[in-house]
């Protein structure tokens, strides 16, 4: 879309063209497929970015959202101080047992993790699946997108780190965290975009904090999360049940 | 206490101003349905909040044309734009071959508003499509694309970004612009929804 289909298009949003105007603009429409498809989206910018009440009601919503979330979360912890107050030596018999454990069968678990990680982990889907959808006209992002490519993991870091609140920033930099074995720092990056279910990155980003969780020996977390994956829609949903698969074999 | 009740009326009027109280009361008492509903058919809790303020911003952007006009209740009203909503998307990411057969729409009852429902549920959509591809925009981008659209001037946009070079804001905006509409014209979904 050129500058003057840009300016025309928001003339007839505007309701600013002449009745002549009008019927070439619908003609255009009704012809050019292009034409029309970048008129729709035009179109859904200027009606939902312009409508600042709108905006103002889209905050509101995500406070009440984030408000009930956290009281739910605070009940649930309330909840469970309350059930497990009387529990007290059974779970630190548990952490015992668990400690014992560890030290029988710690290698052999870590090598496990560590073959499933390997197997499950490939670096060149990182870029496959997502190259395309960066936003390469971005200083930061492109010079932090080059390094990454030159793996030149800690130089893309200190770049991504720059933009704490960008949404691609944080998925690239769980990328480069994760290079540098970084796995619960990588989860941190990845937890973030994955709060924004509508984003780009949010099937990568899920997929490669359950690898690092397997990596951090968090099978269950992992396990509940790519169940999660197997049952979405997910690019990663085939991977996802068969490392479910995998992890449970264990 | 007991929770305050509203009637209909004052529902669609605090929708209408965005009032707290009320937006809170749809919150408490229609949340978890929208939630059951995607959950029935194991979408996610993101999809329900999703799913819920799409409907919500729908309903409070047709009260804005003064043209809403119901005669089922607005809870009815409500949950039929977001089953049909939910429905219309999964169809879309399944390429259900039933999408659009007759019967569909048989399942609501609601014979009055079905127009206004159809119309509604796609804009939602369109919506949740529009912000999932906005998003992941960097924030400068979105900035510059919702202060232009709320027609500031590209001399304003530069001065609310504290840039210096307003021929860069208008390259800037317009390559935002562009890559945006590139995104969603890639987007399979975006493709059914013309």
Partial sequence: ?250 | MKKKRYKDDEIIDGLRSGNDAILNFIYENYYGVVQKLVRKSFGTESQARDLFQEVIIVIYTKLQTGSFKITSSFFTFFYAVAKYTWSDYRKIKYKNPLRNSTGYHDVWQIDEETEQVEVLALMALRNKLFFKHFNALSETCQTMLRLSMADYSSDEIAIELELKNVSYVRKRRSDCLQFLIEMMKKDAVFKELL
């Fill in chain 1, 1 to 250: 879309m050129n500058d003057e289909q840009e300016k025309l298009m928001y003339a007839k949003l505007k309701g600013e063209l002449s009745e002549e105007q009008i019927l070439s603009f619908d003609q255009k429409l009704n012809s050019d497929k292009e034409f029309r498809a970048d008129f729709e989206i035009y179109q859904l910018a200027y009606l939902n970015l312009g409508d600042k009440n709108a905006m103002i009601l889209r905050g509101k919503l995500n406070e009440i959202y984030s408000k009930t979330q956290e009281v739910k979360k605070g009940g649930k912890m309330i909840k469970m101080i309350k059930q497990n107050r009387f529990s007290a030596v059974a779970a630190m018999a548990a952490i015992v047992l668990l400690i014992g454990a560890y030290w029988f069968l710690g290698n052999t678990k870590e090598s496990l993790n560590e073959k499933l990680y390997n197997t499950y982990y490939n670096q060149d889907e990182v870029y496959v699946n997502t190259r395309s959808k960066v936003n390469l006209d971005i200083d930061v992002l492109q010079t932090g997108m080059s390094l990454l490519e030159k793996k030149d993991f800690n130089g893309a870091l200190l770049e991504f780190n720059k933009l704490p609140g960008s949404v691609t920033a944080n998925y690239y930099a769980g990328v480069a965290n994760m290079e540098l074995k970084q796995h619960a720092v990588a989860v941190s990056k990845f937890d973030f975009v994955i709060t924004n279910y509508l984003n780009l990155f949010y099937d990568q980003a899920k997929w490669y904090k359950g690898l690092c969780l397997v990596k951090l020996d968090r099978e269950n977390e992992a396990i509940s999360l790519f169940g999660e994956i197997a049952n979405s829609e997910s690019y990663f949903k085939e991977k996802a049940k068969e490392i479910v698969v995998d992890l449970k074999k264990k």
